[in-house]
């Protein structure tokens, strides 16, 4: 195979120190390129690594810290704003930075403590190719910023942020003058939506293609920053690992390949995409941490029973290591998780983004995992409950309700942002779309639902269930039935500590508040509407959409 460490080739390592760089001055110019086809090779400038990919792409890594300092695609340069270099986190600090050629492949490493990080290019091919190897805590490595000269692609997308005069919250949320709200935490995809990121004139392309996240934190379902515009320029990410509303401890070890990937407009190559990219060219490149795929297995599912057809489902694998995910088929619920690291795992079964079967699963390197039809059991599900009434769909999400799709990729106060109080009642085919999506305890707290019982349901006592998917400032609710019966003030769940109602995220843990309310609490008389009062209670957060609150996944008295 081309490329193979096995076939004889000329490498040059260079190893950064004061030594190589007092040796590479003396030469008096840049080192002589490697031999190759098509202009394929690379050289040293004194400062940098120079790699040309015999394509239309020429970029540069810093000897010094493994910052990549050029991008040039077809005579543009792409790379740098504000005087800042492309690099992990906010750049590294000296480092020992190395090169070698194999074949048709050119490898850079950087070693900076624990942390190791390499891009890789290959002949003829517009991408480059990077994988982070994070082993601790003691280097702060949480993404790979691409940043992005300004003026050359025009952006001005939800999940994109303008600098602005107005700053709405922190330093990090802004106001347009339209009244709209920008920032960098508005992702509006969720890490399963995506295999890419990037922009395109028409003409060219620049795009940062995800790795399949094994590493990362948060599952399927998480948001994190995707990207950003602003008057100093844009920039691409990768997120390593994301603190803004986590639900899940870091992992270490190697992430990627992830490839920013340059092209003639269209988006980058499917071969490139997650879960379809194999690298046996990478194979015997010494990547700290790389396990090939014959080191790895495989699950498959023979199908789900006993799903709800109206929703789509995905199969995820987790443990402290690792993490992976797949759709299941929509016709039998079949599914497939391949390319998986050995090990014990807990497989999760989501209807939506509801978790409603769990399991154990053992994967062994170079073999598969077939599982037998799972079943989820009816009661797995809350939603197939018989209710008198329900304003949602139990799915995991607060889709459907009032602002609920706006706040993926806005603040609460935006000027697109429908009112956030208001009542609803029960019966007027608008209950869902009139519930705002998120409570808080300084801005609507007090919503009222209005509802009538028949005269043998207002005899009995009944189960109200409240489904939230994450709260900020252990918001919870409790609730006042016809202004005579109080409920207790429930503990509150494991919650993520940090924003999120705000910063476009509702994704934390799922969990349902259930309230024993007994028959004196109801009407007796039919013709009148009862009254359900739901207050948002904590003795934490500050004022307006910072107070404490929950976003609100469905809720339902049942018969």
């Not at 404490?548 to 008295?557: C, K, M, Q, S, Y």
Request: net charge neutral; glycine share 12%.
């Amino acid at each position: 195979m081309p490329g193979s460490v096995n076939r004889p080739v000329r490498r040059r390592t260079f190893v950064l120190g004061s030594a190589a760089a007092a040796g590479a001055a003396a030469l008096g110019g840049p080192l002589a390129p490697t031999a190759s086809a098509a202009g394929f090779g690379w050289s040293d400038d004194g400062a940098n690594f120079v790699v040309d990919t015999g394509a239309d792409l020429v970029f540069k890594v810093s000897k010094t810290n493994g910052d990549l300092t050029s991008l040039v695609y077809r005579g543009t340069e792409y790379q740098g704003y504000g005087g800042k270099n492309s690099h992990i986190e906010s750049g590294l600090g000296t480092s020992t930075v190395t090169l070698k050629q194999s074949g048709s492949t050119i490898l850079i490493s950087v070693a900076y403590g624990t942390l190791r990080h390499y891009y890789a290019a290959r002949s003829g091919e517009n991408n480059i190719y990077l994988w982070t190897n994070k082993a601790d805590t003691s280097v702060s490595a949480t993404r790979f910023i691409l940043r992005v000269k300004a003026g050359l692609f025009l952006n001005d997308e939800p999940d994109s942020y303008t600098y602005a005069p107005t700053t709405v919250e922190a330093s990090d949320v802004f106001r347009k003058a339209d009244g709209q709200t920008r920032s960098k935490h508005y992702s509006k995809l969720r890490v399963i939506d995506y295999d890419h990121v990037g922009w395109s004139t028409g003409t060219v392309g620049l795009w940062i293609v995800r790795s399949n996240h094994e590493k990362a934190s948060g599952g399927p379902f998480y948001r994190s920053l995707l990207r950003h515009q602003s008057a100093d320029g844009g920039g691409l990410y990768e997120i390593l690992y994301y603190g803004e509303n986590q639900t899940e401890a870091q992992r270490f070890g190697l992430q990627g390949p992830y490839v920013i990937a340059l092209t003639d407009g269209g988006a980058p190559s499917p071969s490139l995409y997650p879960g379809t990219l194999t690298t046996p060219w990478a194979d015997g490149l010494g990547i700290a941490g790389y396990v090939p795929a014959g080191g790895r297995g495989r699950v498959a599912g023979v199908g789900i029973a006993g799903r709800d057809t109206a929703y789509p489902y995905t199969v995820g694998l987790a443990n402290s290591e690792a993490q992976y995910w797949a759709s299941a088929r929509a016709s039998d619920g079949w599914f497939s998780l391949a390319e998986v690291l050995p090990g014990t795992y807990t497989l999760t079964v989501y209807k939506g983004e509801l978790a409603v079967y769990t399991t154990s699963v053992t994967v062994s390197a170079g073999a598969t995992t077939t599982l037998n039809t799972i079943t989820v059991p009816s009661s797995n599900d809350p939603g197939n409950a018989s209710a008198i009434w329900r304003i949602g769909d139990w799915d995991g999400t607060p889709g459907g309700f009032k602002n609920a799709a706006l706040m993926t990729y806005a603040h609460p106060s935006d000027v697109r942002a429908a009112s956030w109080t208001g009542n609803v009642v029960i019966g007027s085919g608008t209950e869902t779309s009139s519930f705002p999506c998120y409570l808080w305890k300084d801005v609507n707290s007090g919503i009222l639902v209005y509802f009538r019982l028949t005269a043998a349901q207002a005899a009995a006592a009944h189960t109200l269930r409240i489904g939230v998917t994450t709260a900020y400032a252990n918001g919870r609710p409790q609730v006042v039935v016809n202004d005579t019966w109080t409920s207790a003030i429930p503990s509150p769940p494991a919650q993520p500590s940090t924003r999120s109602l705000t910063v476009g995220s509702y994704r934390g843990n799922n969990h349902t508040f259930t309230y024993s309310v007994p028959a004196s609490a109801w009407l007796t008389d039919t013709s009148r509407y009862n009254t359900l009062r739901i207050d948002v209670v904590s003795g934490s957060g500050t004022t307006s959409y910072l107070s404490a609150g929950t976003a609100i996944d469905a809720i339902d008295l049942l018969a």
